[in-house]
């Protein structure tokens, strides 16, 4: 088995509830981070704010098996592709694989932006602190302060919503 985290956001309908349904849906057990409201990158003028989480699944699967879970996830959300960065129900990314690498187009592991946004990193350091060093040094030690100091913006954009997703 592989630790693998899996990034969710939602910025459509009920946000919340996108949310918990796919940390439902996946396979046990399931490790949730906090619930944070950010607001949208790169995305059309008017867009919601968005709820964002990251799970941690332990899973034993090929690329393919992967991209189809998160496909299924998004496909039970009711989730349309209208254009790139649009509002959607449910956005689920596969943000790290422990031990696995992957150049696939389909399905890039680590997630090739994951890196420069601080609405995975921090909720990624709720559950592995020492994979958010690893992916952003910087941004990680950031939002440790604010953290420590009980701040509800932890970094630019990234306020605590809620409490574990699970």
Do not use: W
């Amino acid at each position: 088995m592989a630790k693998t985290f899996l990034a969710l956001g939602s910025n459509l309908g009920d946000r919340m509830g996108y949310l918990r349904r796919a940390a439902l849906a996946l396979p046990g057990p399931v490790r949730c981070s906090r619930v944070y409201e950010t607001v949208p990158i790169d995305a059309p003028e008017g867009s919601g704010q968005f709820l964002n989480a990251v799970v941690e699944i332990d899973f034993e699967a090929d690329i393919s098996e992967l991209l189809a879970l998160v496909n299924r996830l998004e496909t039970l959300a009711n989730r349309e592709r209208l254009e790139p960065n649009a509002s959607r129900t449910l956005d689920v990314d596969v943000i790290f694989v422990k031990g696995m690498t992957s150049d696939d187009p389909e399905m890039t592991i680590p997630h090739p932006r994951c890196r420069e946004r601080a609405f995975v990193v921090a909720p990624l350091s709720d559950l592995d602190s020492s994979l958010a060093k690893f992916l952003n040094p910087e941004m990680a030690r950031l939002i440790a302060i604010s953290r420590e100091r009980e701040d509800a913006e932890v970094f630019p954009g990234v306020v605590i919503y809620g409490e574990a997703l699970c």
